[in-house]
């Protein structure tokens, strides 16, 4: 498994997303949820979907795994588009794909066994019978950091710790390839926060796992990931290798975003572009470049054209017409 | 109502507030109590909040950080019960009273006009079914004989401080027509707008969106700045912490396990707990190597135990890597480690 | 006038026309009396009179012919004035639509007008009851205006003490005086007789929850409530806002046998159940105290001129032996279910009922007691396929002629040559003493054939205020002659 | 504020056409031929063909379906067999009573329960909460024509305060005849104040816990004002709904009351008509009270507009 | 959050016991179930044995309740007719049940199916429940097993409409999207995922249904409009009372309280239960 920041041709893509729309007809309108996002996940990396609330972080994913229809583009996955599958071809591929929430309470069903609920996605894959089955669970929940003996109990006698470690559990069970990591550790305490992380990346590390890991902790996916997307109102601001991301920041949202993230340490002070306003509908998305109702840098032109992606260093794009002359404006840590 | 407020107390209380202390809160217990169990929410918080200042209360979930808060407004909810200690607090005429007892008709004066309150959740702090500018109203009005003509005139103004845009349309507005940065500007407009001499912040942006947050941030850091007014301040999130608290209160399972300045809190944190914290934070520049391969977080073994069955001795010595025999017998009590630095902790030199 | 007044009366039900020709029932023929007459009508003692003709018929010598003088300054509702004319169309019309009307228009040979005040009336044969049924009160020969007969009817004008003002179903019926009327001379007698018109307004209100009727006449809201369940009768007693008045000798509940289709139709079965009902234990049941009912298996009670007791050793056995063995000569199987149809309108069919069944499974009979409405009750009973046995009764009627399930049409469908004979002799005799003896012989063919079952003889009970005057009970309850004491 | 409006509009043109639909199906599925039980055991089969015929009964079951929404649709709703009148007629002579009498069950219940659900919730968990628990649950266990029977012995038969049946005859003063509703209405309202006590007890304790309830404590408001101004009128949308719907089923346990009281209303028509077999009475009354029912509730949609801003756009 | 609270779940048993309210609701319904259930041994008479020369006795030592107008025990019918009235009861509540699930599950999960049922579901509720009922059997014709299918069609439609609403929630729940996600079968995720967690409202809602069909059943036997009059049911003998209201008022009071402590049992123990499964549930009632 490679480290490396650069994606390299040769790199081994798992899944390739692209063009990917999803719009929910409403009462009110047409939410346009994801509109033409499009990234590619490598093999056994980590890529980190960050963005505010309501920018489509949690849809992007559940249209990749085929949880609600996507409106539009494709998911190649090893070589095979997912969108395509039917609901019957689509069984197969379920078991090498799978999803772990957030809320560490309703994911997992109150009224069953944490063994059964570890136990139902074997049978569901018949992946093993009678003691091999009782084995199976054992395993996944000693691997998870919990005893072979919680496979009794009910979810509601685990801390919130805990049962994320059971949600991870469930999805380990079926050996998947891709996780689609939905927020996993915000609505954990730091403390426990920092128990989850170190469990997934071992996992990843140890299973080779492949993970989509949505999050809007700016602090964990810079952490935790290897490339990176940003959202904003369904659409992707920029993208690319988290390091590079994170150093060089390109797009005045991700700036924006980067500089207001709250760090835990009172010496640095830093300049700090705080963005003006709420982010707008998702019903009533601005024209042109979403973001430019709040960027400090909009220009007339930004209304008008819907900025296309710009590639400004290996697999680094940024979708901003004056990025360029921008890049040389330096507004993250000003002074360290 | 003023006239309860102005009333010369007899304050033997008065000496025991230094000066620059707006609120001291003494040892105090507060337990949620149903029939034989007691969920010692709050057991002995000691706190401080000094005039002017800004303090920060940390701690996880379930710490008892609402708990006090609510303790101090006497706004808890009905088996909660302040069980012992006191919270002394000074009014704007210089005399000091007990929060813990005062009778219900004083603290409702107190409510709002002394200290007001805002909440986490700005989406439902707000009554739906009135228009924000009949809830800012209502607000002056309870407390000082105003028209209602003086009254609008005092809530629009208030939005303006709060700095939303057209501010006379938004008075006429409900809730539900503005996003939730928005309404919790409207809470702080709210809270400020009987000049409150301590404002109490519980968790205001934790369910804001980032960029959002740093507005309010930036907004309650300016306002505390022109107003002067002392701010309590509750969040979970350290990096919250840093960018606006003078001092930092740390809770643990109930308790205050460390209180300090906020430059010395996180140069040198004086309790294991805080410690631990700090170190559970992802930090790239700490956790990466220099070639991007990423170093195992230290996350802090275990669970907070529950407030029904709290451990004897000093609550976090079952996760305490310090941990002596000593702590699992004896409650340390809130020591100097420092100036102007607490800790509730044996061992706190070792740190 | 110091005799005045308005009442309310408390009724068993509602009606669903008011036409009294058309339709039949008592309820019917207790509202109309009071605003439609007819040509003759019963004294006290139940004996023919003249109403609204001058005097009984002249019937020629053959018993054919009935010549019928009118009264003269008869007013209608609407002002105008009876003659012939009205009478000849009323009674075409009672001959054609009415039940006891299509009985003798077969017979009917010529009705004309002879002047404005005479009618005759000429018959094929003799037929005694004729006088009877004209002077009766539902399926009544009434007399309304020869213009104003359409059917349905759509205006209610007669020439009674009483018009109606206004009709609110399930509400009230509002009865008011008529200024125009002209009342008989002399005294009243009966429903013969002068008739006073005393009391302003009369209201019939259906109530047909009997215990309301009862809490009603108790609490003073009615001024008079019909049949009301005997046993409310100490509850009545002592009441300072009403007063019962028992009516001896009502009338008649019976079992009549669906003697065309099915188990009945045998006479060995008829003649089980006739052995086994015990009579007085249906009786106490559904009447209580002894005063309110008579064990009586004679077709008529004392004092009537019809009363033998030809053939009632038959009645109230009790005998669940013989009514075994019966039913085995019948060859019953102990299986079949003797199907009894009743209802809860009258809630004292529907004890008899519940008793009769613990006799009959007593001997050795299966019982499958259908409790139905009686609207239900009145439609189910038409088709011979659905019972075996149903429940009903009836007042003492003037005339034998008159009781309903003696014609092989009514529901049960007796057809007996030997009936039909008597029954066509009785109506043409004209001899009253020879009369009864046929009568006799009658009663006694009904009991060895069994076609019905008389249960017995039961008072009826209705209450009054105590304030209300010149009340003469009967069991078409009127209201002519009464009055509210001021 | 159309929108919602049109939308409720619709909601309830949709459901009216489904009863419609219902009720042509219930009196379907009833066994025999109409126009037989209409005309009597003593009609000709000749007779009996003329009004199936004149009904529509003989052609297909969708082309009746459609007849029946025509006349429907000009208003019709056929002719009582029994009555021998219009059926719309029938039902309009009997809605005073049923009007007046739902009208005071529901001030009756709503006087009781309001204030006593409020302040149960607001001291829940005390002695008196438990009590009017206790008691909500008793008064919905009373049969209404039980509790009838009792309070014409006590009030009407014993002590004569009020009558015991009817409607007053055909020149009684308005107020005479309301007092014919006393005791019905106390009946019904009594068991219906169970239902709107629990519900306003369940919502108040919602609302008395929700954010803003605390908010207005915080900014130093008396009791009285904060349960009353801030969390009632929040609780009041729920409890708007049921006293709507409680309204609405008033309608018919006055079925069952008006029956025991002999009240000329609706419902002891619909009994009646029952044990008359009046068909066609069956099905305009089922309509009209669905149609009420469904009235209602849009009322109290529309009502929302005025309590709630957030309907309102 | 309450942590670790790894203690094992206490004894349904102790749980019922905690709650005064349920235990006696239980103990009550039980009673009377128990009595119902062994009438023909607890009974000191036939139910429908006349006895004409006992009509009317008030309550003594040998007739617990009296005698009615037949001389028949009061006492020995009012068990009997509580066999009757729990049976009502329970057939239309299972009735009930079985539409009201199926319908509800279903249209939780299938839109098209939705449109229809929910506008179905909403149409009955225009309708008051008796009075349905009324139209129902009147429709049917008048006997226990159509007022039983009467009051389980009446009463299908609110057990409709509160499982589709819990569907609807429950099948947006993140663990019935794992399941979705693992590929578990719509039938599976239904009844493994949906419908257990459908458990506690169905069963509080159909103790309370079970309560109101009693009732019901009650109004319509004492309108005449029910089950055959001579079939002791409470309402049937609280019909026949009704004659005799200020002479023989144990004919009324005895069935009228066996009513009363039904219903009122049932309902303890819905709202018991309510309290007992899910707290949450509060809100509904
Ligand atoms: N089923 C749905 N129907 C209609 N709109 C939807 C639906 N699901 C999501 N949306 C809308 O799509 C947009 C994106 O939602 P999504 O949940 O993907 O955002 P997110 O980035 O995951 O936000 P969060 O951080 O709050 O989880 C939002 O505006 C949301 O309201
Ligand atoms: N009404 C109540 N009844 C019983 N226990 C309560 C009640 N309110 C709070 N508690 C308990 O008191 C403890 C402290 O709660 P509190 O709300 O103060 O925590 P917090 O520090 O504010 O947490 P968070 O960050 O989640 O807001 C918790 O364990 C909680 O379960
Ligand atoms: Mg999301
Ligand atoms: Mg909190
Ligand atoms: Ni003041």
């Given at each position: 498994?490679?480290?490396?920041?650069?994606?390299?041709?040769?790199?081994?893509?798992?899944?390739?997303?692209?063009?990917?729309?999803?719009?929910?007809?409403?009462?009110?309108?047409?939410?346009?949820?994801?509109?033409?996002?499009?990234?590619?996940?490598?093999?056994?990396?980590?890529?980190?979907?960050?963005?505010?609330?309501?920018?489509?972080?949690?849809?992007?994913?559940?249209?990749?795994?085929?949880?609600?229809?996507?409106?539009?583009?494709?998911?190649?996955?090893?070589?095979?588009?997912?969108?395509?599958?039917?609901?019957?071809?689509?069984?197969?591929?379920?078991?090498?794909?799978?999803?772990?929430?957030?809320?560490?309470?309703?994911?997992?069903?109150?009224?069953?066994?944490?063994?059964?609920?570890?136990?139902?996605?074997?049978?569901?894959?018949?992946?093993?019978?009678?003691?091999?089955?009782?084995?199976?669970?054992?395993?996944?929940?000693?691997?998870?950091?919990?005893?072979?003996?919680?496979?009794?109990?009910?979810?509601?006698?685990?801390?919130?710790?805990?049962?994320?470690?059971?949600?991870?559990?469930?999805?380990?069970?079926?050996?998947?390839?891709?996780?689609?990591?939905?927020?996993?550790?915000?609505?954990?305490?730091?403390?426990?926060?920092?128990?989850?992380?170190?469990?997934?990346?071992?996992?990843?590390?140890?299973?080779?796992?492949?993970?989509?890991?949505?999050?809007?902790?700016?602090?964990?996916?810079?952490?935790?990931?290897?490339?990176?997307?940003?959202?904003?109102?369904?659409?992707?601001?920029?993208?690319?290798?988290?390091?590079?991301?994170?150093?060089?920041?390109?797009?005045?949202?991700?700036?924006?975003?980067?500089?207001?993230?709250?760090?835990?340490?009172?010496?640095?002070?830093?300049?700090?572009?705080?963005?003006?306003?709420?982010?707008?509908?998702?019903?009533?998305?601005?024209?042109?470049?979403?973001?430019?109702?709040?960027?400090?840098?909009?220009?007339?032109?930004?209304?008008?054209?819907?900025?296309?992606?710009?590639?400004?260093?290996?697999?680094?794009?940024?979708?901003?017409?004056?990025?360029?002359?921008?890049?040389?404006?330096?507004?993250?840590?000003?002074?360290? | 109502?003023?006239?309860?407020?102005?009333?010369?107390?007899?304050?033997?209380?008065?000496?025991?507030?230094?000066?620059?202390?707006?609120?001291?809160?003494?040892?105090?217990?507060?337990?949620?109590?149903?029939?034989?169990?007691?969920?010692?929410?709050?057991?002995?918080?000691?706190?401080?909040?000094?005039?002017?200042?800004?303090?920060?209360?940390?701690?996880?979930?379930?710490?008892?950080?609402?708990?006090?808060?609510?303790?101090?407004?006497?706004?808890?909810?009905?088996?909660?019960?302040?069980?012992?200690?006191?919270?002394?607090?000074?009014?704007?005429?210089?005399?000091?009273?007990?929060?813990?007892?005062?009778?219900?008709?004083?603290?409702?004066?107190?409510?709002?006009?002394?200290?007001?309150?805002?909440?986490?959740?700005?989406?439902?702090?707000?009554?739906?079914?009135?228009?924000?500018?009949?809830?800012?109203?209502?607000?002056?009005?309870?407390?000082?004989?105003?028209?209602?003509?003086?009254?609008?005139?005092?809530?629009?103004?208030?939005?303006?401080?709060?700095?939303?845009?057209?501010?006379?349309?938004?008075?006429?507005?409900?809730?539900?027509?503005?996003?939730?940065?928005?309404?919790?500007?409207?809470?702080?407009?709210?809270?400020?707008?009987?000049?409150?001499?301590?404002?109490?912040?519980?968790?205001?942006?934790?369910?804001?969106?980032?960029?959002?947050?740093?507005?309010?941030?930036?907004?309650?850091?300016?306002?505390?700045?022109?107003?002067?007014?002392?701010?309590?301040?509750?969040?979970?999130?350290?990096?919250?912490?840093?960018?606006?608290?003078?001092?930092?209160?740390?809770?643990?399972?109930?308790?205050?396990?460390?209180?300090?300045?906020?430059?010395?809190?996180?140069?040198?944190?004086?309790?294991?707990?805080?410690?631990?914290?700090?170190?559970?934070?992802?930090?790239?520049?700490?956790?990466?190597?220099?070639?991007?391969?990423?170093?195992?977080?230290?996350?802090?073994?275990?669970?907070?135990?529950?407030?029904?069955?709290?451990?004897?001795?000093?609550?976090?010595?079952?996760?305490?890597?310090?941990?002596?025999?000593?702590?699992?017998?004896?409650?340390?009590?809130?020591?100097?480690?420092?100036?102007?630095?607490?800790?509730?902790?044996?061992?706190?030199?070792?740190? | 006038?110091?005799?005045?007044?308005?009442?309310?009366?408390?009724?068993?039900?509602?009606?669903?026309?008011?036409?009294?020709?058309?339709?039949?029932?008592?309820?019917?023929?207790?509202?109309?009396?009071?605003?439609?007459?007819?040509?003759?009508?019963?004294?006290?003692?139940?004996?023919?009179?003249?109403?609204?003709?001058?005097?009984?018929?002249?019937?020629?010598?053959?018993?054919?012919?009935?010549?019928?003088?009118?009264?003269?300054?008869?007013?209608?509702?609407?002002?105008?004035?009876?003659?012939?004319?009205?009478?000849?169309?009323?009674?075409?019309?009672?001959?054609?639509?009415?039940?006891?009307?299509?009985?003798?228009?077969?017979?009917?040979?010529?009705?004309?007008?002879?002047?404005?005040?005479?009618?005759?009336?000429?018959?094929?044969?003799?037929?005694?009851?004729?006088?009877?049924?004209?002077?009766?009160?539902?399926?009544?020969?009434?007399?309304?205006?020869?213009?104003?007969?359409?059917?349905?009817?759509?205006?209610?004008?007669?020439?009674?003490?009483?018009?109606?003002?206004?009709?609110?179903?399930?509400?009230?019926?509002?009865?008011?005086?008529?200024?125009?009327?002209?009342?008989?001379?002399?005294?009243?007698?009966?429903?013969?007789?002068?008739?006073?018109?005393?009391?302003?307004?009369?209201?019939?209100?259906?109530?047909?929850?009997?215990?309301?009727?009862?809490?009603?006449?108790?609490?003073?809201?009615?001024?008079?409530?019909?049949?009301?369940?005997?046993?409310?009768?100490?509850?009545?007693?002592?009441?300072?806002?009403?007063?019962?008045?028992?009516?001896?000798?009502?009338?008649?509940?019976?079992?009549?046998?669906?003697?065309?289709?099915?188990?009945?139709?045998?006479?060995?079965?008829?003649?089980?159940?006739?052995?086994?009902?015990?009579?007085?234990?249906?009786?106490?049941?559904?009447?209580?105290?002894?005063?309110?009912?008579?064990?009586?298996?004679?077709?008529?009670?004392?004092?009537?001129?019809?009363?033998?007791?030809?053939?009632?050793?038959?009645?109230?056995?009790?005998?669940?032996?013989?009514?075994?063995?019966?039913?085995?000569?019948?060859?019953?199987?102990?299986?079949?279910?003797?199907?009894?149809?009743?209802?809860?309108?009258?809630?004292?069919?529907?004890?008899?009922?519940?008793?009769?069944?613990?006799?009959?499974?007593?001997?050795?009979?299966?019982?499958?007691?259908?409790?139905?409405?009686?609207?239900?009750?009145?439609?189910?009973?038409?088709?011979?396929?659905?019972?075996?046995?149903?429940?009903?009764?009836?007042?003492?009627?003037?005339?034998?002629?008159?009781?309903?399930?003696?014609?092989?049409?009514?529901?049960?469908?007796?057809?007996?040559?030997?009936?039909?004979?008597?029954?066509?002799?009785?109506?043409?005799?004209?001899?009253?003493?020879?009369?009864?003896?046929?009568?006799?012989?009658?009663?006694?063919?009904?009991?060895?054939?069994?076609?019905?079952?008389?249960?017995?003889?039961?008072?009826?009970?209705?209450?009054?205020?105590?304030?209300?005057?010149?009340?003469?009970?009967?069991?078409?309850?009127?209201?002519?002659?009464?009055?509210?004491?001021? | 504020?159309?929108?919602?409006?049109?939308?409720?509009?619709?909601?309830?043109?949709?459901?009216?056409?489904?009863?419609?639909?219902?009720?042509?199906?219930?009196?379907?599925?009833?066994?025999?031929?109409?126009?037989?039980?209409?005309?009597?055991?003593?009609?000709?089969?000749?007779?009996?063909?003329?009004?199936?015929?004149?009904?529509?009964?003989?052609?297909?079951?969708?082309?009746?379906?459609?007849?029946?929404?025509?006349?429907?649709?000009?208003?019709?709703?056929?002719?009582?067999?029994?009555?021998?009148?219009?059926?719309?007629?029938?039902?309009?002579?009997?809605?005073?009573?049923?009007?007046?009498?739902?009208?005071?069950?529901?001030?009756?219940?709503?006087?009781?329960?309001?204030?006593?659900?409020?302040?149960?919730?607001?001291?829940?968990?005390?002695?008196?909460?438990?009590?009017?628990?206790?008691?909500?649950?008793?008064?919905?266990?009373?049969?209404?024509?039980?509790?009838?029977?009792?309070?014409?012995?006590?009030?009407?038969?014993?002590?004569?305060?009020?009558?015991?049946?009817?409607?007053?005859?055909?020149?009684?003063?308005?107020?005479?005849?309301?007092?014919?509703?006393?005791?019905?209405?106390?009946?019904?309202?009594?068991?219906?104040?169970?239902?709107?006590?629990?519900?306003?007890?369940?919502?108040?304790?919602?609302?008395?816990?929700?954010?803003?309830?605390?908010?207005?404590?915080?900014?130093?408001?008396?009791?009285?004002?904060?349960?009353?101004?801030?969390?009632?009128?929040?609780?009041?949308?729920?409890?708007?709904?049921?006293?709507?719907?409680?309204?609405?089923?008033?309608?018919?346990?006055?079925?069952?009351?008006?029956?025991?009281?002999?009240?000329?209303?609706?419902?002891?028509?619909?009994?009646?008509?029952?044990?008359?077999?009046?068909?066609?009475?069956?099905?305009?009354?089922?309509?009209?009270?669905?149609?009420?029912?469904?009235?209602?509730?849009?009322?109290?949609?529309?009502?929302?507009?005025?309590?709630?801003?957030?309907?309102?756009? | 959050?309450a942590a670790v609270s790894i203690t094992p779940a206490p004894r349904i048993t102790t749980l019922i016991l905690q709650r005064k309210t349920l235990a006696i609701g239980l103990a009550v319904i039980l009673a009377i179930a128990l009595l119902a259930l062994f009438a023909p041994l607890i009974a000191p008479y036939a139910p429908n044995k006349l006895s004409i020369v006992n009509r009317l006795k008030p309550p003594s030592a040998t007739w617990l309740f009296g005698t009615d107008e037949f001389g028949r025990d009061i006492f020995s019918r009012t068990i009997y007719a509580g066999r009757l009235s729990l049976t009502v009861g329970a057939a239309a509540t299972a009735l009930a049940g079985v539409i009201g699930i199926t319908l509800g599950i279903v249209a939780g999960f299938f839109r098209r199916a939705d449109t229809v049922i929910a506008r179905?579901?909403?149409?009955?509720?225009?309708?008051?429940?008796?009075?349905?009922?009324?139209?129902?059997?009147?429709?049917?014709?008048?006997?226990?097993?159509?007022?039983?299918?009467?009051?389980?069609?009446?009463?299908?439609?609110?057990?409709?409409?509160i499982v589709r609403a819990s569907t609807l929630v429950i099948r947006e729940l993140p663990y019935v999207e794992a399941a979705r996600a693992l590929g578990v079968p719509t039938w599976r995720i239904m009844t493994r995922h949906v419908l257990r967690n459908l458990v506690s409202p169905i069963l509080v809602q159909a103790t309370f249904i079970f309560a109101y069909a009693m009732l019901a059943e009650a109004s319509l036997s004492f309108l005449g409009v029910g089950v055959s009059p001579e079939i002791p049911t409470w309402g049937t003998m609280i019909a026949a009372g009704r004659q005799y209201v200020g002479q023989a008022d144990w004919m009324t009071i005895f069935p009228g309280v066996a009513i009363i402590l039904s219903v009122l049992s049932l309902q303890l123990v819905g709202d018991g239960l309510r309290d007992l499964l899910d707290p949450?549930?509060?809100?509904?009632?």
């Amino acid at each position: 498994m490679s480290q490396t920041q650069s994606p390299a041709a040769g790199d081994d893509v798992l899944l390739s997303v692209r063009n990917l729309s999803k719009h929910f007809p409403t009462a009110n309108g047409v939410v346009k949820a994801v509109e033409d996002v499009s990234f590619d996940v490598r093999r056994g990396h980590i890529v980190g979907i960050v963005g505010e609330s309501g920018s489509g972080k949690t849809t992007a994913g559940r249209c990749i795994l085929r949880l609600v229809e996507p409106s539009e583009g494709e998911a190649i996955f090893d070589g095979v588009d997912l969108f395509k599958l039917s609901q019957k071809a689509l069984r197969a591929y379920r078991r090498r794909m799978q999803i772990i929430f957030q809320d560490p309470y309703s994911s997992l069903n109150p009224r069953m066994r944490v063994g059964d609920i570890i136990g139902e996605a074997i049978d569901t894959h018949r992946l093993a019978k009678g003691a091999a089955r009782q084995a199976r669970i054992a395993e996944l929940l000693t691997r998870v950091g919990l005893s072979p003996e919680h496979a009794r109990r009910y979810p509601h006698e685990f801390s919130g710790g805990q049962r994320q470690r059971i949600g991870i559990a469930r999805a380990l069970a079926v050996e998947p390839e891709l996780i689609v990591a939905d927020e996993p550790v915000s609505a954990l305490d730091v403390s426990v926060q920092a128990q989850v992380l170190n469990l997934v990346q071992e996992l990843q590390k140890e299973l080779g796992l492949t993970m989509l890991f949505i999050s809007h902790d700016l602090t964990v996916v810079e952490y935790l990931c290897d490339d990176i997307v940003v959202l904003y109102l369904g659409r992707v601001m920029e993208q690319g290798p988290a390091r590079e991301v994170y150093a060089n920041p390109r797009h005045p949202y991700t700036r924006a975003l980067l500089s207001t993230a709250p760090i835990p340490d009172p010496t640095v002070r830093r300049e700090r572009v705080i963005l003006q306003g709420d982010i707008p509908s998702p019903l009533d998305p601005p024209s042109g470049c979403v973001f430019r109702t709040r960027c400090p840098f909009a220009i007339d032109a930004c209304a008008t054209t819907v900025p296309p992606r710009e590639t400004v260093s290996p697999g680094h794009t940024v979708a901003c017409i004056r990025q360029a002359e921008l890049a040389s404006l330096d507004i993250r840590k000003v002074s360290a | 109502m003023a006239a309860v407020l102005s009333a010369p107390s007899p304050s033997p209380l008065a000496e025991t507030l230094p000066e620059d202390v707006v609120l001291r809160a003494d040892d105090l217990h507060t337990h949620f109590i149903v029939g034989e169990r007691a969920a010692k929410s709050v057991d002995g918080v000691t706190l401080t909040v000094r005039r002017g200042q800004t303090l920060a209360v940390v701690g996880e979930s379930g710490s008892g950080k609402s708990v006090t808060s609510l303790s101090i407004m006497r706004l808890l909810a009905y088996p909660g019960r302040i069980v012992s200690g006191r919270i002394l607090y000074r009014l704007r005429d210089g005399t000091v009273v007990d929060l813990a007892s005062l009778p219900e008709k004083r603290m409702r004066a107190i409510r709002g006009k002394e200290i007001a309150m805002i909440f986490q959740e700005p989406m439902t702090s707000l009554n739906p079914l009135f228009t924000v500018g009949d809830q800012i109203m209502e607000m002056i009005r309870l407390h000082e004989p105003v028209s209602r003509q003086e009254a609008r005139q005092r809530a629009r103004r208030m939005l303006e401080l709060v700095e939303i845009p057209a501010a006379e349309k938004r008075l006429d507005q409900y809730p539900h027509e503005m996003s939730g940065g928005m309404r919790q500007r409207v809470m702080i407009a709210l809270a400020l707008s009987c000049n409150p001499a301590l404002l109490i912040a519980d968790e205001p942006t934790t369910a804001l969106d980032v960029t959002i947050q740093a507005q309010i941030l930036d907004l309650m850091r300016r306002l505390q700045r022109d107003i002067g007014m002392s701010i309590l301040f509750i969040t979970h999130n350290l990096g919250v912490v840093a960018e606006i608290a003078h001092e930092v209160a740390v809770m643990y399972a109930g308790r205050v396990v460390e209180q300090a300045p906020v430059g010395a809190l996180f140069a040198r944190p004086r309790h294991p707990y805080t410690k631990g914290l700090l170190a559970c934070i992802p930090n790239p520049e700490r956790d990466r190597t220099a070639d991007g391969k990423r170093l195992m977080l230290k996350p802090i073994p275990g669970n907070v135990p529950s407030v029904l069955a709290l451990p004897p001795g000093c609550t976090y010595a079952p996760r305490c890597p310090l941990a002596e025999p000593r702590c699992e017998r004896e409650a340390p009590g809130l020591v100097p480690a420092g100036p102007g630095h607490l800790s509730r902790c044996f061992r706190h030199e070792l740190l | 006038q110091e005799r005045g007044g308005i009442i309310n009366v408390a009724m068993i039900g509602e009606l669903n026309s008011l036409d009294p020709t058309v339709a039949t029932g008592d309820l019917l023929g207790t509202v109309t009396q009071h605003f439609f007459e007819t040509l003759f009508t019963f004294d006290k003692d139940w004996n023919v009179t003249p109403l609204l003709a001058e005097k009984l018929p002249e019937v020629s010598a053959d018993g054919r012919v009935y010549t019928i003088t009118l009264r003269k300054g008869v007013k209608f509702h609407d002002g105008s004035e009876m003659t012939a004319k009205d009478v000849v169309a009323s009674l075409h019309r009672w001959f054609e639509l009415a039940s006891r009307g299509k009985l003798v228009q077969p017979n009917l040979a010529g009705l004309e007008a002879v002047d404005d005040y005479t009618v005759r009336l000429s018959l094929k044969e003799p037929f005694a009851p004729l006088t009877a049924l004209l002077a009766f009160n539902n399926s009544a020969a009434v007399i309304m205006p020869a213009g104003k007969m359409d059917n349905p009817l759509k205006e209610y004008i007669g020439t009674g003490p009483y018009m109606l003002k206004e009709r609110k179903a399930d509400q009230y019926i509002q009865l008011v005086r008529f200024d125009g009327y002209k009342p008989r001379e002399g005294e009243p007698n009966g429903f013969g007789g002068a008739r006073k018109q005393y009391l302003d307004e009369i209201r019939f209100v259906p109530v047909p929850d009997a215990n309301t009727r009862v809490e009603g006449a108790i609490a003073g809201q009615y001024d008079y409530a019909d049949l009301l369940p005997v046993e409310a009768y100490d509850r009545l007693n002592g009441q300072e806002k009403t007063e019962p008045i028992l009516l001896k000798s009502f009338g008649w509940p019976m079992f009549i046998m669906n003697n065309k289709q099915g188990l009945m139709t045998k006479l060995e079965m008829r003649k089980a159940v006739q052995a086994a009902l015990n009579a007085e234990d249906m009786l106490a049941a559904a009447f209580g105290k002894p005063e309110f009912y008579t064990v009586d298996g004679a077709l008529y009670p004392q004092g009537y001129p019809w009363r033998t007791d030809a053939g009632t050793e038959a009645y109230n056995q009790g005998n669940p032996e013989k009514a075994k063995e019966l039913a085995k000569a019948a060859g019953y199987d102990g299986k079949q279910p003797i199907r009894i149809l009743t209802s809860r309108q009258y809630e004292f069919h529907y004890k008899m009922a519940q008793v009769a069944a613990e006799y009959l499974k007593a001997a050795g009979l299966a019982v499958e007691l259908q409790v139905v409405d009686w609207a239900t009750l009145v439609q189910r009973r038409a088709d011979p396929a659905l019972w075996d046995i149903f429940i009903t009764h009836s007042p003492f009627l003037p005339d034998p002629a008159l009781i309903a399930p003696l014609p092989s049409t009514y529901p049960g469908w007796w057809d007996n040559p030997q009936k039909e004979k008597l029954l066509v002799a009785l109506n043409a005799e004209l001899d009253q003493k020879k009369r009864e003896a046929l009568f006799a012989d009658l009663q006694k063919l009904l009991y060895e054939q069994a076609p019905l079952y008389k249960v017995g003889d039961f008072s009826a009970l209705s209450a009054k205020s105590p304030k209300l005057k010149g009340y003469d009970a009967s069991p078409w309850p009127y209201f002519w002659n009464a009055y509210l004491e001021k | 504020m159309t929108r919602y409006i049109l939308q409720r509009l619709l909601g309830m043109l949709a459901v009216m056409f489904t009863v419609v639909t219902i009720v042509f199906i219930i009196v379907r599925i009833a066994p025999g031929d109409p126009a037989a039980v209409m005309l009597g055991p003593d009609a000709t089969p000749a007779d009996i063909a003329a009004l199936r015929a004149r009904l529509g009964l003989d052609r297909p079951l969708a082309v009746q379906y459609l007849f029946f929404l025509g006349q429907l649709a000009r208003g019709d709703l056929g002719q009582s067999i029994f009555l021998d009148m219009p059926v719309t007629q029938a039902l309009a002579e009997r809605a005073e009573p049923t009007f007046f009498l739902t009208l005071f069950s529901i001030l009756i219940a709503s006087a009781i329960a309001l204030p006593v659900g409020i302040l149960s919730a607001y001291k829940r968990g005390t002695l008196f909460d438990q009590a009017v628990t206790t008691f909500a649950m008793f008064a919905a266990s009373i049969p209404s024509f039980w509790l009838g029977l009792v309070l014409i012995q006590v009030f009407a038969v014993r002590l004569g305060w009020f009558p015991v049946a009817g409607y007053g005859g055909p020149d009684a003063p308005f107020l005479t005849r309301l007092s014919h509703l006393v005791l019905p209405a106390v009946a019904l309202g009594i068991v219906s104040s169970a239902l709107i006590t629990r519900f306003t007890r369940a919502s108040m304790l919602d609302v008395l816990n929700d954010d803003y309830v605390r908010t207005a404590r915080s900014k130093g408001m008396g009791e009285f004002r904060v349960v009353m101004k801030h969390a009632f009128k929040n609780a009041l949308i729920p409890v708007l709904t049921v006293i709507g719907l409680t309204a609405a089923l008033l309608v018919s346990g006055a079925v069952v009351t008006e029956t025991v009281f002999s009240l000329p209303g609706i419902g002891n028509l619909v009994v009646s008509a029952v044990l008359r077999r009046d068909y066609p009475v069956i099905q305009g009354a089922l309509l009209v009270i669905a149609a009420i029912y469904v009235l209602i509730n849009f009322g109290i949609d529309m009502l929302y507009i005025l309590i709630d801003p957030r309907v309102r756009y | 959050m309450a942590a670790v609270s790894i203690t094992p779940a206490p004894r349904i048993t102790t749980l019922i016991l905690q709650r005064k309210t349920l235990a006696i609701g239980l103990a009550v319904i039980l009673a009377i179930a128990l009595l119902a259930l062994f009438a023909p041994l607890i009974a000191p008479y036939a139910p429908n044995k006349l006895s004409i020369v006992n009509r009317l006795k008030p309550p003594s030592a040998t007739w617990l309740f009296g005698t009615d107008e037949f001389g028949r025990d009061i006492f020995s019918r009012t068990i009997y007719a509580g066999r009757l009235s729990l049976t009502v009861g329970a057939a239309a509540t299972a009735l009930a049940g079985v539409i009201g699930i199926t319908l509800g599950i279903v249209a939780g999960f299938f839109r098209r199916a939705d449109t229809v049922i929910a506008r179905i579901v909403d149409a009955m509720m225009a309708f008051p429940d008796i009075l349905l009922a009324i139209a129902l059997v009147a429709a049917l014709g008048p006997s226990l097993a159509t007022v039983i299918v009467a009051l389980g069609i009446v009463y299908a439609p609110r057990l409709a409409r509160i499982v589709r609403a819990s569907t609807l929630v429950i099948r947006e729940l993140p663990y019935v999207e794992a399941a979705r996600a693992l590929g578990v079968p719509t039938w599976r995720i239904m009844t493994r995922h949906v419908l257990r967690n459908l458990v506690s409202p169905i069963l509080v809602q159909a103790t309370f249904i079970f309560a109101y069909a009693m009732l019901a059943e009650a109004s319509l036997s004492f309108l005449g409009v029910g089950v055959s009059p001579e079939i002791p049911t409470w309402g049937t003998m609280i019909a026949a009372g009704r004659q005799y209201v200020g002479q023989a008022d144990w004919m009324t009071i005895f069935p009228g309280v066996a009513i009363i402590l039904s219903v009122l049992s049932l309902q303890l123990v819905g709202d018991g239960l309510r309290d007992l499964l899910d707290p949450r549930l509060r809100k509904d009632l």
